[in-house]
């Protein structure tokens, strides 16, 4: 840790939570809100570890990530509603069905490839799958389940950003091509109105003013802990 700006374990929680709280609050700006809050926070570590404003590896990193990424996985599950799944007629079942499967046997086959050559190459696969049918957040979180070494999951996340960060923009730019193009539309002439693309239910914007008492932060996090430390026992 020696040679960075910052390095007691006061000024890495404020870093960390600083940072999440910027990701967030950066999501009201276009290029931000195109990146995500996740993407936008990684790449902000990157950036301070890389500028050695922060050390690279340090034990409250290991306590932050022992602790809070299970919580948050759980909180993120709570939100998870089965009876509006119910409800989906079968395109979008089989859509996202169709994207899993796909993101799984592609990591698979490429696994297979490469496992053997690099180091905890089975979890990286695995890894992999988290963070293309979910997200970087994923990532994260399966390689901590996984019990992934830093530099594997360092690695993992640098390959996640060279080939993923191009290829979001492509994604991001391809309605707008599309709109454009009246060849592209000749060749898939199908649409959607906006109605369609909102679906039913409430559609809150992420940094719209929500109202919450203690009582239900509280609640909240003793839910979660609570479903970590029951997981945790019944994964051991």
Not at 24 to 37: A, E
Request: hydrophobic share 50%; net charge neutral; charged share 15%.
């Amino acid at each position: 840790m020696n040679g960075t700006l910052l390095s007691s374990e006061g000024a890495l929680l404020f870093v960390i939570f600083g940072v999440v709280a910027l990701g967030l609050w950066l999501q009201r700006f276009k290029v931000f809100k195109t990146l995500g809050p996740a993407l936008t926070v990684i790449v902000t570590g990157i950036l301070l570890s890389n500028l050695k404003v922060v050390p690279t590896s340090s034990a409250t990193y290991d306590a932050v990530s022992t602790y809070c990424v299970p919580l948050s996985v759980s909180i993120c599950l709570l939100s998870l509603d089965l009876r509006q799944m119910r409800k989906l007629s079968k395109e979008p079942v089989i859509a996202l069905i169709s994207a899993v499967c796909s993101v799984c046997l592609v990591a698979l086959v490429f696994g297979v490839i490469f496992a053997g050559k690099i180091d905890e190459g089975w979890k990286v696969s695995g890894m992999f799958v988290g963070t293309y049918t979910g997200g970087s957040s994923n990532l994260t979180a399966i390689a901590v389940g996984l019990d992934a070494a830093k530099t594997t999951i360092a690695s993992a996340n640098a390959a996640d950003y060279v080939v993923g960060i191009p290829t979001l923009i492509l994604m991001f730019a391809a309605p707008a091509v599309y709109k454009g193009s009246k060849k592209l539309k000749k060749l898939w002439p199908y649409d959607m109105t906006q109605e369609e693309l909102l679906g039913e239910g409430d559609h809150e914007e992420l940094m719209a003013s929500k109202e919450w008492s203690i009582l239900e932060i509280a609640c909240l996090l003793a839910i979660g802990f609570g479903t970590v430390w029951v997981s945790t026992l019944i994964s051991n």
